[in-house]
C-alpha cells in the first residue's frame, strides 16, 4: 500500500511539473534543461528599478508574497532583471538554471509579459517554488491583440472590468475595447452634458442594466490597464445604436421627437447628420473622450444604422443634395470623414465597424481604421473592400471570435449563431486573415456582447476555454499544435484558470450536457 501510495504521489507531483510548463499563449522558444530552480521563503532579486510595476506584479502573483532582499550585484541574486534594447519591444526571454532566473526585456511591456509566462511555469506551494530550469524566448505575432467588452446593453461594476483587464494581460492581448455607449445604455459621463450619463445610462429594463462610469472611474480604469500593457479603446457609436443618448436629448434625432429603447436589437431613431448641431455635439463629446483616454485610437462605431429616418428627414435630404451625395449611405460616410477628421486633429485615429466599406462613395481620411466583423452576413467583403481602399484593419469576424455566440443554441442564439473550441481552432477567418501577412492588418481582436442580458455571472463561461483558443492564434508565431493536443493542454490547464477565478464553461458541442444553462 506504501508503495502504490509513493507511486501515486510521484505521478501527482510530475502532473502539477507539466502542467506548470504549460503556458498559454505557447512561448515561441522553449529549450528544456535538466535541473529545476527551487526558491524558498527568502529571496533574493536585482533590478534596476525596484519600484518597477512588473516586479510587484511578480511578487504578488509569482513569489506570492515571500519576502525579498535587494541585491546591487546581478550575479548573486536568485532572480535578475536585464534590459536588452536589441529585444523586440513586447518580447523578452527567460533563462532558469538550479541556480538562478534571469529575465530580459527591452521594455517594461516584455518585462509584463515575462511575468505572465511565469504565473504559469511555476508549481509548488508558497514557501517553495519550483520553476523546471528552461530557455525561454518569445515574442507576438500580431501587433494588435484585442478583447471587447460591451458594457453598453449590460452595465458591469469596475471590479469586473478589472477582472477582464487582468485576463487579457495574463493572455498578452494588448488592447481592451470598451463598448460604452450602446441603445440600451450610455456608459460614459459628459461633463458638458450630464443628462447623457443620468439618462441615458438608466434606460435599460432588465438585471444590470443601470449604470455608468464617472470620469473619475475610468481614468482609475486607465491606470490600472497601462500597468498591464493594455491600452484601452474607448467606443462612442454613431449615427446607430443611439436611443440611450436620444433618450436624453431627443434634439439630436431627425425630428426631435421621444424614442422608444428596444430592449433587443436597434431601430430607425439614429443621430441627425442634417442639422449641424448635432454634429457639434458630438465632436464636444470627442473632446472629452479625447481628454479621457491617451490611446491613439477612438472607436466610432458605423455599424447598423439604419437610414428610414434619414431618407425621410427634410435636413438630411438638404445635405445630400447640397454636397451632391449619392444617397444616405454616403452620406454616412460624410458623417464619419467629419468625425474622422475631427480626431485627426488631435492626433487620432478612427475606427469604423466595417459597414462603412460595404459600399464605395464619400472617401474618409487617412486616420481611418476598419474592423471587419460581419462575416455571417457579407463573408470578407468589408475586409477586402478594406484593404483595397489601403484602409488598415482589425480582423473580428463574428465566426469566430464573438464569443457571446454559445456552443448551442441559447435565447436569441440559434444553431447557425453557435461554435465551439474547435471551430475557431481549426476555421477561425480572422485568424486565415492574418496569416496572409498584409502588413495592412494589424491583428486581431474577439469579443463579449452582451445580447440578451448577458450578465456578470454568465461571461467567464462564455470566454473560457474558448478566448484561449483565441489569445494562442494572436500570440503564438509557431506551427499551431494539432487540435487534439492543443485540447489536452487546455484540460490540463483548466484547474489552473480556474484558481485564478476564471470559470470554464464547455469547450466543445459533444460535451454540453442536454440540460446545460447558459444563464
Known sequence: MN?????????VSYAAITCG?????SPNQVEMKKGKLTLRKNISMYAADTTAFYVSLLRSEV?????????????????????????????YKISINPKQMTITASCERGFVYAVQTLRQWV????????FACADITDSPSMQWRCFMLDSGRQYQRV???KKYIDMASLLKMNYFHWHLTEGLGWRIEIKRYPRLAQIGGSVGKAEEQHGFYTQEEIREVISYASQRNITIVPEIDMPGHAEAALSAHSELGCFGLPVEVPQHGFTQNIFCAGKDEVLTFLKNVLDEVCELFPSPYIHLGGDEA????????EDCQKRIAALNLKDSHDLQLWFSAQMANHLKQKGRKAIFWGDVVYQDGYPLPDNTVIQWWNYRGHKDLALRNALKHNYPVICSSNYYTYLNFPLTPWRGYAKERTFDLKDLYLNNPSNKACNEKNPLILGMSCALWTDDVVTERMIDQ????????????M?????????????????????????????????????????????
Request: hydrophobic share 35%; glycine share 6%.
Open 159 to 161: 471590479s469586473t472590468i
Open 475 to 519: 500570440w503564438y508565431q509557431g506551427e499551431p499544435l494539432d487540435f487534439a493536443r492543443f485540447y489536452e493542454h487546455v484540460l490540463q490547464k483548466k484547474e489552473w484558470f480556474e484558481q485564478q477565478g476564471y470559470e470554464f464553461g464547455p469547450a466543445l458541442k459533444s460535451e454540453v450536457p442536454q440540460d446545460y444553462k447558459w444563464d
Open 306 to 313: 439604419p437610414k428610414g429616418n434619414w431618407n425621410k428627414c
Open 123 to 130: 508549481s509548488g506551494p508558497a514557501g517553495k517554488l519550483t
Open 462 to 473: 462564455r470566454l473560457f476555454p474558448r478566448i484561449i483558443g483565441l489569445a494562442e492564434q
Open 21 to 25: 510548463q504549460i503556458v498559454f499563449p
Open 63 to 91: 513569489l506570492r508574497n515571500s519576502s525579498v532582499k535587494w541585491q546591487s550585484n546581478a550575479s548573486t541574486a536568485h532572480i535578475c532583471w536585464m534590459n536588452d534594447t536589441s529585444l523586440p519591444p513586447e518580447g
Open 3 to 11: 508503495h502504490r501510495l509513493s507511486i501515486l504521489l510521484l505521478l
